[in-house]
Nanobody, 127 residues
Framework: EVQLVESGGGLVQAGGSLRLSCAASGFIFNDYTIAWFRQAPGKEREGVSYIDLSDGSTYYTATLEDRFTISSDNAKNTVYLQMNSLKPEDTAVYYC????????????????????WGQGTQVTVSS
């Protein structure tokens, strides 16, 4: 059974940084792609970034790639999202999601492509 556990959220002032972690278990890590999504109150869930764990290739939503960085520690089965220069509009619940890489589409980051989800971690950025 695929399990994903996010951590690292919290309250931070605008301009600050946070690093989110997604600890994964229950599947062959290198065969999967792990993504970060976020959902703000009253808004649809939107893609942030993904990493193909087989080769480390990454994808970012264009508006975020200059401030957010995704990475992985395959020895720890953990994916990270480093978020810098945070803005109040980054406030959301952040979710990690996983899917077997062969079932994902390169350059596409939509929730319906990912079958396993964590419980989410709240990020609040104050102005």
């Amino acid at each position: 059974e695929v399990q994903l556990v996010e951590s690292g959220g919290g309250l931070v002032q605008a301009g600050g940084s946070l690093r989110l972690s997604c600890a994964a278990s229950g599947f062959i890590f290198n065969d999967y792609t792990i993504a970060w999504f976020r959902q703000a109150p009253g808004k649809e869930r939107e893609g942030v970034s993904y990493i193909d764990l087989s080769d480390g290739s990454t994808y970012y939503t264009a508006t975020l790639e200059d401030r957010f960085t995704i990475s992985s520690d395959n020895a720890k089965n953990t994916v990270y999202l480093q978020m810098n220069s945070l803005k109040p509009e980054d406030t959301a619940v952040y979710y990690c999601a996983a899917e077997a890489t062969h079932r994902t589409r390169e350059g596409v980051l939509v929730p319906r492509d990912f079958g396993s989800w964590g419980q989410g971690t709240q990020v609040t950025v104050s102005s």
